[in-house]
């Protein structure tokens, strides 16, 4: 059964800080989604990838917020300096030829 | 542009009871539309998805029915267990002129009452 992985599954950290959380897409999915979720602001897409590209990085505050894509089977989104308005949980989604996406479980993120 | 309105909740139903959440969508081109389901600490999970107009979407019990002269995708269930308690989201894709990028409603927290 096919999954998206994420690590790590809890991170807490203090303000200033470097965060890097990590995804592992389906293997063969080719377009890799990075979400936030909060309570107030709901789910917002990040930044989203094809074949490794980044097509849309337009909802990431781009001072502090980085994503890559090092290889087909690793993303990464890295946050430095952290902030305590950063505390959510970030998703990551990956999909393949059809438009379907499937999530990971998420990283919770706490800045203190 | 794309757009999807979910009916706003919470919304709070006894064991057994009629779920209807309702969805409607604005879009370019011809969607897929999909409904996701994400129980407490974990990520979105698909529940059910239609891609072209009158196809019926069905898992775990739940239905939905894409309507393109209402422009709507409303989730149904005859029979909500305690365990369908979850937040429901509505989506929609237009893969050829957006790729595989969904646009999502905003989410109805469902919470069923033994």
């Known amino acids: 059964d096919a999954r998206v992985t994420q690590t790590p599954r809890h991170k807490v950290t203090e303000m200033g800080q470097e965060v890097t959380m990590r995804c592992q897409p389906i293997?063969?999915?080719?377009?890799v989604f990075w979400y936030r979720q909060t309570m107030m602001q709901g789910l917002e897409l990040l930044a989203y990838?094809?074949?490794?590209?980044?097509?849309?990085d337009s909802g990431m505050p781009k001072d502090r917020f980085s994503a890559e894509m090092p290889d087909a089977t690793l993303a990464t989104l890295k946050i430095q300096p952290s902030e305590p308005r950063d505390s959510a949980v970030y998703f990551c989604?990956?999909?393949?030829?059809?438009?379907?996406?499937?999530f990971g479980p998420g990283t919770r993120l706490t800045v203190l | 542009g794309n757009s999807v309105t979910q009916m706003e909740g919470p919304v709070t139903l006894s064991e057994e009871a009629f779920l209807t959440i309702n969805c409607t969508y604005t879009?370019?081109?011809?969607?897929?539309l999909f409904w996701y389901v994400q129980y407490p600490g974990e990520g979105l999970q698909l529940l059910l998805k239609a891609t072209k107009a009158d196809d019926k979407g069905s898992n775990k019990g739940f239905e939905a029915t894409y309507r393109k002269e209402t422009t709507s995708f409303h989730l149904e269930k005859g029979s909500v267990q305690v365990s369908d308690s979850a937040v429901y989201f509505c989506?929609?894709?237009?893969?050829?002129?957006?790729?595989?990028?969904?646009?999502f409603g905003e989410g109805t927290q469902l919470t069923v009452n033994p």
């Open positions: 989604a990956s999909s393949g030829v059809v438009d379907t996406q499937y």
């Open positions: 879009a370019t081109g011809y969607p897929s």
């Open positions: 990838f094809r074949n490794r590209a980044p097509l849309d």
């Open positions: 293997l063969g999915h080719n377009t």
């Open positions: 989506a929609l894709g237009t893969l050829e002129t957006s790729g595989s990028r969904l646009t």
